[in-house]
């Protein structure tokens, strides 16, 4: 799939889901005032099981024919947590979501106590408040993406979050239902087009092999952090004030914006994160069991005294261009007899771990790293495969 057209669908797949969100509560409230609330827990839970029996009688699409054989769950899972806690990139998006979602997340929480208190609404205006919510989100399906090529992801985040912080605080000032309800759209659409500008941007920076691990990581930051946040708002409307906890929170929310400018990521949308196997195949004399392991990789390198310095800095990228594609440890050592030898030493959990980085793990940006390490060199590099003895 072209990247354009995988940017488009994964903002239309956000935007489904938080036009879902809001739409929802919309017509249970509409629900609730016209015929109480036993018929809304029946139509949901008639509809949960809909949706079990079509995922039960859903056949699975085949997968196409791969080189490498298929990774086990639980070595897959902790490959995935190593490429998250090593790429910066993915932990300053994570960040950025947290600390947008953290204060954000007040509006779902304190929106029944505005509806209630300060525009003296019931159920049926509460739907309504809902419903201006999914109008929002609606039109963020129709613009986001086309605002996405005038506006970059970091201006775009900023712009959103000091027009979310705005909007927000102003819903304590209005006078009453139809007043709040264009605030309501924009904040629809401000949810939106953060969660679905982080969400694009994250997901075409992963290389596809680790693409769905890493957004499991992003769903649990999204939703970790409004199950943490929305106690706390909860208390402080209750111990302080819901005028408080409305502007403290639009108050963080506008001052992440405001940062945003300043604090920039760079920019995926023209990366290359296509798999690339420029290593050569492992020349051993026999073929290692797939479990076999630890395995470790040295490579030797001969760098002459002037040159060290540059070649130290570039083996910090290579050291996480290591540990992301697979290495459990990464080491770098100097041979005490010879003045212009070192070592490098990675740890890959099994054999199979190491054949899945030769095959599909590795990127352009990968070969970019090894290749300006490899310009320092007095000699081409040589590598030695370490694997158990076979009675351990």
Known sequence: MPRTHLAAAIRLDMVSVNVARAIGP???????????????????????LFLIVALVGR??????????????F???????????????????????????????????????LIANRQLGLGADGYGLLFGALGVGAITGAFTVGRLGRHLSANTMLAVMGIVFGAAFALTMVVPGLW?????????????????????ADLQLFLPGWVRARAVAVYM?????????????????????SLAAAVWVAAGLVAAGG????????????????????????????????????????????????????????????????RLRSGASRWDLYRA???????????????????????QARLTAEDQA?????????????????????EDE
């Open 26 to 48: 919309a017509i249970a409230g509409l629900v609730i005032a016209a015929w109480g609330v036993p018929p809304v827990f029946a139509i949901n839970a008639a509809l949960t």
């Open 179 to 199: 007043a709040a309800m264009p605030l309501l759209v924009v904040l629809g659409y401000a949810w939106t087009a953060t969660a679905a500008t982080l969400n």
């Open 369 to 389: 790293i090894e290749e300006h390490a490899f310009s320092f060199l007095s000699a081409p590099a040589s590598t030695v495969h370490l694997l158990p003895t």
């Open 59 to 72: 056949k699975a699409p085949r997968r196409p024919a791969t080189t490498s054989s298929r990774e086990r």
């Open 258 to 321: 405001i940062a945003g400018f300043a604090w920039h990521f760079p920019e995926s949308e023209g990366l290359d994160r296509a798999p690339l196997a420029y290593w050569g195949e492992a020349q051993l004399l026999f073929d290692p069991e797939p479990d076999a392991g630890p395995v470790q990789v040295q490579v030797t390198y001969l760098v002459a005294p002037e040159k060290y310095a540059g070649w130290r800095d570039a083996m910090d990228a290579m050291r996480r261009s």
């Open 220 to 240: 649990m930051t999204f939703t970790g952090a409004q199950a943490l946040a929305s106690p706390v708002w909860g208390l402080v409307a209750q111990h302080v």
């Open 74 to 112: 639980l070595p897959a899972l902790r490959t995935g947590g190593r490429y998250v806690r090593h790429e910066p990139h993915v932990r300053r998006i994570l960040f950025r979501l947290a600390l947008f979602v953290a204060p954000a997340t007040a509006m779902w929480t304190l929106l029944p």
């Open 336 to 358: 005490g007899e010879r003045p212009d030898t070192y070592l490098e030493v990675f740890t890959v959990p099994s054999w199979a771990e190491h054949v899945h980085q030769h």
